[in-house]
């Protein structure tokens, strides 16, 4: 019968398959020769100490045993061209596996996506790279895919509570990815892969005959008697069906102005705010791997810290290792970071949002805009970013010692932001209170990771997407809007998902929760 095991071994033995078979022929007693294969179920590595171990759990097979693996493939979709519609706002996470997972229950989706598909994307990630030109329907948030085709594909999250991750990362792999993120605990595909994975989902959507519908903006969505009846595009075209998911993503701020101006329920939520850190790979290698080069069997190394400063939480967000930053603005005259990493994490630099949790009592001065109280606070220091940089798609940069000293930097080296930066005191960019956690943050990061408060570290400014500053309330049985019928808010941009899987798993329960109405 096949055994499990759970073990820890160095890096040499984790990642040689000839030294794995030794060791774990020594664990079980038998001969190697015994040993017929070993399946790696879960790996991790465990960096707490000075000797570096990678955490394994296998299922051994011995000669004669049968390999019990199952092959991932995809549901068995229905064909639903003629099927009932509903339609899907967004080709983000949330709204692709709403699409399939409709198509899986009998239902034909109609995604419409203000963006254009992956590749049609990159012609205008380059002008924003290379020219400052921001378009505000096609960048690095929207587009097919969402903001994580292009800014890394990282696919874990801290929800576990919140479904299915296995099915979704299985889903993954049966679209393309690599059996690895079944294993990593840290699974991620990278921005290079996850277009062509996106784009799979989209013909298997239009093969079983759901509409996928690209650079088609909602500006109206029809309502009679609390109940909608469909959508009208920002070319004029009307599209009727009785269920909507809105799926658009936490930087469409049209759709939360819409929904206000319609005196649709939303609420101001609170989110976190901050700055893109970027240090040498090699000096966050160096701190956490304690060693001066970490070798080839190990891969360049995340970091992750939490703190409380001044009765707020501060901390790591979407850690990029070997990544670079990226612009990530969704209109012209504001600046955003984002960061991502390739699938080999192969550059030369790491870089991580550096944020602090707001409250919704740091919106007061924005307060005439109501609900969209937080989003005016985001927007205005985006705005602000982008006046004191230079009003390009440079953004405000300070070396990390410097901003903590409240020093102007001088000769800031060249980072993997291709836009370029702007010396800047970064107290010009925030409010005061922000300023001061921030600097005071800085120095209890350094003293948790010897090393990381350093002058080779230079700060970008804003990283400020990393939520909705919105949260358009539904109700928590049914998932419809708590006011409109039909309507079901769904994912990052409705305030109930942080991350791609979490986006993904949303989606999945919007697209049930419809079946059980539509579906007799």
Not at 2 to 30: D, G, M, W, Y
Not at 49 to 56: A, E, G, P
Not at 290 to 307: A, M
């Amino acid at each position: 019968m096949p055994q499990e095991l759970l073990f820890q071994v160095s890096p040499e033995i984790a990642t040689n398959e000839l030294l794995l078979k030794q060791h774990i022929s020594k664990l079980i007693r038998v001969d190697t020769k015994e040993i017929q294969h070993i399946s790696i179920l879960k790996r991790s590595i465990d960096a707490r100490q000075k000797t570096v171990k990678f955490n394994l759990k296998v299922t051994i097979y011995l000669v004669g045993e049968p390999i019990q693996e199952a092959k991932i493939e995809l549901p068995e979709y229905k064909n639903v061209e003629h099927a009932q519609e509903v339609i899907v706002v967004g080709a983000g996470p949330a709204g692709l596996f709403a699409a399939l997972q409709l198509i899986e229950l009998g239902l034909k989706p109609i995604i419409i996506e203000r963006g254009k598909d992956v590749r049609g994307r990159r012609r205008d990630l380059k002008a924003i790279n290379r020219d400052h030109i921001v378009d505000e329907d096609s960048n690095y948030c929207f587009g097919e895919g969402g903001a994580g085709t292009y800014s890394d594909g990282k696919l874990y999250t801290r929800s576990k509570k919140r479904g299915d991750v296995t099915r979704i990362l299985e889903l993954f792999v049966a679209y393309g990815a690599s059996q690895d993120i079944l294993v990593d605990a840290h699974p991620h595909i990278g921005t290079n892969k996850l277009p062509q994975i996106i784009q799979d989902m989209r013909e298997k959507i239009i093969e079983m005959g759901g509409k996928v519908l690209f650079e088609t903006r909602l500006t109206d969505i029809i309502i009679k008697n609390n109940e909608v009846q469909g959508i009208v595009t920002k070319n004029g075209d009307t599209i009727l069906a009785n269920k909507i998911i809105l799926a658009t993503g936490h930087s469409a701020r049209d759709i939360f102005e819409l929904l206000d101006r319609k005196q649709i329920f939303i609420e101001a939520k609170a989110f976190a705010l901050g700055v893109r850190a970027e240090h040498p790979q090699s000096l966050i290698d160096s701190i956490q791997y304690s060693c001066d080069y970490r070798g080839e069997q190990l891969p360049p190394s995340p970091y992750s810290i939490v703190k409380q400063v001044g009765g707020r939480g501060m901390y790591s967000f979407c850690m990029c290792p070997g990544g670079v930053i990226a612009p990530c603005a969704t209109s012209p005259g504001e600046v955003v970071t984002n960061g991502w990493s390739p699938s080999k994490r192969d550059q030369a630099t790491a870089n991580s949002g550096i944020v602090v949790e707001l409250k919704l009592e740091d919106f007061k001065p924005f307060a005439k805009f109501g609900a969209l109280a937080g989003m005016e606070f985001q927007k205005s220091i985006e705005q602000k970013a982008w006046h004191l940089a230079g009003q390009t798609q440079k953004v405000p940069s300070q070396k990390m010692v410097d901003f903590t000293q409240n020093k102007v930097s001088t000769n800031i080296p060249k980072t993997s932001y291709v836009p370029g930066t702007t010396s800047v005191e970064m107290g010009e960019v925030f409010p005061g209170f922000l300023t001061q956690i921030l600097r005071e943050g800085f120095v209890e990061f350094g003293k948790s990771m010897r090393g990381f408060l350093t002058n080779e570290a230079v700060l970008h400014a804003p990283e400020s997407r990393t939520s909705s500053p919105v949260r358009i309330p539904r109700d928590a049985e049914t998932f419809e809007h708590v006011q409109i019928k039909g309507l079901y808010p769904c994912g990052e941009g409705a305030g109930y998902a942080g991350g791609i899987i979490s986006a993904a798993i949303d989606g999945e329960k919007c697209a049930l929760k419809i079946g059980e109405v539509l579906i007799k």
